[in-house]
């Protein structure tokens, strides 16, 4: 049996819900999916860097020429596109395109510095060697959980993350022992992450243009993400990309 005061309590709580339902107004905001410009902007950072480091172009001050395309498209334009990806609520790009784009931002200024005989460069410092070094263990470390998180998601960015923090690794530990030939071929794995990531954005960018899949992502199956949110929901807006 219901006491008296429990029931004016839920008639209380449905008249209240009857009444914020019809005095509530709802502002469409869609979001295209962020992951495209920042997987665009990982992909174009990672092959130049990546190439650069595997030998298979450029002298010692090439870097002093890239920083500035790294510092602005693979670091703001990627940071930007995990700041936006809060409003696609999604925590993974946020994590990943927030972390790499503050990562070459920093790298970006970095090259600015020794352009400018402020810092030395990585090649005849092993300071700067150790430091950047230590950069890629964090790095490393988070993208291998970015990584495992992908699964959830598709079978592309999974894959993109992975060879990106294997590439991280093998950097990681090139410059902390250091090991310097190990370095070039983990350039070659950042190349072969890039390519990977350059497939991903254009498979999410011709999806939401064609409105059907043209490219496989091999999405996840099984896994369901319900907010808790207003029960008649939030037109204009989803969770992830």
């Keep these: ?3 008296p005061n429990a029931e004016t309590s839920m008639a209380q709580n449905g008249q209240n819900a009857s009444f914020w339902r019809s005095h509530t107004q709802i502002y469409l905001q869609p979001v295209a999916a962020p992951s495209i410009l920042g997987l665009y902007g990982l992909a174009a950072a990672l092959f130049i860097v990546g190439a650069n480091l595997a ?4 002298t010692a001050v090439t870097p002093l020429v890239l920083f500035p395309f790294v510092l602005f498209f693979g670091g703001l334009a990627q940071f930007l596109a995990g700041m936006w990806s809060y409003r696609a609520r999604d925590g993974l790009a946020t994590a990943m395109h927030g972390m790499w784009g503050s990562f070459w931002i920093a790298y970006g200024i970095y090259w600015l510095f020794v352009a400018m005989t402020v810092l030395p460069p990585i090649s005849v410092s092993r300071t700067a060697m150790l430091g950047v070094g230590y950069w890629f263990i964090v790095l490393a470390a988070i993208t291998w959980v970015g990584a495992l998180a992908a699964l959830a998601r598709h079978l592309a960015l999974a894959v993109t993350l992975a060879v990106l923090a294997a590439g991280s690794t093998i950097l990681a530990i090139g410059w902390t022992w250091p090991v310097a030939s190990i370095v070039r071929p983990a350039g070659d794995v950042l190349v072969a992450a890039a390519v990977i990531a350059f497939y991903a954005a254009s498979a999410l960018m ?22 808790i949110q207003y029960e008649l929901g939030e037109p204009g807006v989803k969770v992830g990309q």
Excluded: K, Q
């Excluded at 030998?55 to 450029?58: D, L, M, N, R, S």
């Excluded at 496989?216 to 199956?221: I, N």
């Design 55 to 58: 030998g298979w172009y450029g």
């Design 1 to 3: 049996m219901t006491h």
């Design 206 to 227: 011709l999806e939401g243009s064609f409105r059907r899949p043209l490219l496989p992502l091999d999405r996840a199956r099984g896994v369901r993400a319900e907010p």
